[in-house]
């Protein structure tokens, strides 16, 4: 059981450049999001999705696009990278049935130069 | 969702107990007190949550106030590795969504 599987863990873009950052998780949970971290402050939400074929934004969604074929996996894509994306990522995810906390990746270190 | 409001931070002696307050005088009634911490460049981690009932687990305490305006996490025996940024949070029973704000920063002290 290998919990929530973030890659890469380090990465360096272009500005304008394309990537997308992994997030696989073996717990069968429904509900699957990504967060940003910001030097100093706190989470917020990108976008979120509770279960396959569902997805929905959340605070700051712009230059994301997600997508959520199975249960599994939830990749993050950054469309055309820009330097206000540098940023912490962190996936996490939940069982929606019930109310307990969730369990977040380790995250993928972001830097657009 | 209620809006907490934790102290910046927090000084703690190894083997002590830490309190941690909490105030969330606007929660509503279906609205969960959640505890996450997040050990530097970690990806936050699950410590307890609760209603209305105090809970405990392996982790820590969870103290709520008869009103719910108040809670208090207690780590019983603080060691050096729960040195992290803690938050408070809380969460409406229907949704799913965190919102951070700037939590508590603890500093255990051999």
């Known amino acids: 059981n290998a919990g929530v599987t973030q890659t890469p863990k380090f990465q360096v873009l272009k500005t304008g450049q394309s990537m997308t950052l992994q997030c696989a998780q073996d717990m069968n949970h429904e509900y699957m999001s990504w967060y940003r971290q910001d030097p100093g402050m706190g989470l917020r939400l990108i976008h979120y999705?509770?279960?396959?074929?569902?997805?929905d934004q959340g605070e700051v969604p712009n230059g994301y696009n997600v997508s959520r074929s199975t249960t599994e996996d939830f990749p993050l894509r950054l469309l055309s990278a820009a330097p206000s994306q540098t940023s912490v990522y962190f996936c996490?995810?939940?069982?929606?049935?019930?109310?307990?906390?969730?369990?977040f990746g380790s995250g993928t270190r972001l830097t657009v130069v | 969702d209620a809006k907490t409001t934790q102290p910046p931070s927090m000084d703690c002696a190894e083997g002590r107990a830490a309190n941690l307050p909490c105030n969330h005088s606007t929660i509503s009634g279906n609205e969960y007190v959640y505890w996450y911490r997040q050990i530097h460049s970690q990806g936050p981690q699950y410590i307890i949550h609760g209603l209305k009932n105090n809970e405990t687990n392996e982790m820590a305490s969870l103290i709520i106030t008869e009103d719910r305006k108040s809670s208090t996490l207690i780590l019983p025996h603080a060691t050096l590795r729960d040195t992290a940024v803690y938050y408070c949070i809380g969460v409406r029973s229907n949704d799913y969504k965190l919102s951070f704000g700037a939590g508590t920063t603890v500093t255990v002290r051999a």
């Open positions: 996490a995810t939940r069982v929606t049935a019930t109310t307990d906390g969730y369990t």
């Open positions: 999705s509770v279960g396959a074929g569902i997805t």
